[in-house]
């Protein structure tokens, strides 16, 4: 057999013919047809080896997945060929055959080639032609939305309401700042800022229990702002559903406050002789109250109420504090004060009667009365005694500089008048105020300030007599 090959292929050698590849026929050839693959084929299986026969073999594989490649694309224009053999569908100005990107067309050879959607589809499309479409109400949600269009537009700001939970962490800076400042006007526009909504009744609440825990000026000043409130902003029926809510905290108010029964009973009694509650407030409870602190609240606010002209008497419940008092009521308060005190001698008890006054921007007239009691006193036990008590209200902070050097400044600037009644002032004042230098009372500054006793004339000027030192 391979001789016979080696004789052909050397007579075509021979001849000036050489063997062309397989490929090279395949290109020159690309249809050929099935029975001439074959007759090829059987002839293959007769004459040629193995080894020749398996190429063979994948050669025909080959040439059938691209046949079946050709046949399945209906647009390829680099090998589909017409039966005249020339290119079918390419555009001679393209180069290699190539289908321009503006084809829209599918390349799968699915599809009837009709637009999308009937024509209603696609990228800036309103939709099919002759569509007609019903006038809608303008969405304020659609982004789309023109407000320009619709006329004026109102924006207004949406609070959420407050939540329960976080009412007490709100509330509590307001009246805590509102018994510092007194403008009952400043916690309502805060109130209005916060929306409390159903809980609005918690502020009164919140505010009668931080007032029991603080000074009858602080229970005061909740009185006058419940009363404002009662008007502007919070009704009668919230006023009672916080004081209900208060009679059934009291065992936990008494904890911290053992007077809470005492003091919300005065509270009610206020509140109703300014009309914040209903006149009928405690008729609603006869007969119904289980818990003994409670009874004791309404039996304390029903006792305020029944005394003859309770109605007047009731602005001044919790007494006037602080600088709301005349300032003859003070100056009678200190005197007395340190008259207890240069009686007693317990300097604790006199920290605690000033601290009561509420009056620190007054605290000069204390030392100024101090000062004068000393003057006018007849032993020598009483300077001593204010040396010790203005001590040690300044070391507790009790007595600021300004306020030591004005109540001194003020008994310098009366000397010449105290000296009419007091012959001796002025040496008893010198001695005071060089005692009260060595216990660091008083600054140098104020010592030298000390007025000295004037020269006494004996003689006229000029005679040569003599003068007395």
Request: include cysteine; hydrophobic fraction near 35%; charge should be negative.
């Amino acid at each position: 057999m391979t001789t016979e090959v080696d004789a052909r292929s050397s007579a075509q050698q021979a001849d000036g013919t050489f063997p062309r590849d397989d490929k090279q026929e395949e290109a020159e050839r690309p249809y050929a047809d099935d029975d001439d693959d074959e007759l090829n084929e059987v002839e293959a299986n007769g004459n040629w080896t193995p080894q020749e026969k398996a190429l063979h073999e994948a050669r025909l594989k080959a040439k059938a997945k691209r046949r079946l490649r050709k046949s399945s694309s209906r647009n390829s224009t680099s090998d589909s060929l017409s039966e005249s053999g020339e290119t079918a569908g390419a555009d001679p100005s393209s180069p290699k055959g190539k289908v321009p990107a503006s084809d829209r067309k599918s390349r799968t050879g699915k599809g009837r080639g009709l637009p999308k959607k009937g024509g209603a589809g696609g990228k800036g499309v309103w939709g099919a032609a002759g569509m007609v479409y019903e006038d809608e109400e303008p969405d304020l949600q659609d982004p789309n939305y023109d407000e320009s269009a619709q006329g004026d537009t109102v924006y207004a700001k949406v609070v959420p309401e407050l939540d329960k939970r976080d009412l007490g962490k709100m509330v509590n800076p307001i009246v805590q700042e509102y018994f510092e400042h007194g403008d009952t006007k400043e916690v309502q526009m805060l109130l209005k800022e916060l929306n409390l909504g159903h809980n609005k009744y918690e502020f009164s609440s919140v505010a009668v229990s931080l007032s029991l825990e603080g000074k009858a000026s602080h229970r005061e000043l909740t009185s006058r702002l419940l009363s404002d409130l009662s008007v502007k902003l919070l009704t009668q029926s919230d006023m009672a559903r916080a004081f209900d809510k208060m009679l059934k905290e009291l065992p936990d108010l008494i904890l911290d406050t053992p007077e809470a029964p005492q003091m919300l009973g005065q509270f009610i009694a206020r509140a109703i002789a300014d009309h914040v509650l209903p006149m009928s407030f405690l008729d609603c409870y006869k007969g119904k109250v289980d818990c003994d602190h409670a009874r004791v609240a309404l039996d304390r606010a029903a006792v305020l109420l029944s005394i003859k002209g309770a109605m007047v008497r009731l602005d001044n419940v919790w007494g006037v504090g602080g600088g709301l008092r005349p300032v003859k009521h003070l100056i009678k308060e200190m005197n007395l004060l340190l008259k207890e005190y240069l009686t007693s001698g317990d300097v604790l008890e006199a920290e605690r009667c000033l601290r009561e006054l509420e009056v620190p921007h007054f605290h000069h007239e204390l030392v100024y009365e101090a000062v004068v009691m000393v003057l006018e006193s007849k032993g020598d036990s009483a300077s001593p005694m204010i040396i010790k008590l203005l001590q040690s209200l300044w070391k507790t902070g009790h007595l600021t500089v300004d306020q030591m050097n004005r109540g001194f400044q003020r008994v310098y600037d009366e000397l010449p008048e105290i000296n009419l009644d007091v012959p001796h002032a002025h040496t008893i004042m010198e001695t005071f105020v060089d005692l009260c230098y060595q216990e660091s009372v008083i600054s140098k500054q104020l010592r030298d300030a000390c007025p000295s006793r004037g020269r006494k004339r004996m003689v006229s000027e000029g005679d040569g007599g003599k003068i007395k030192n």
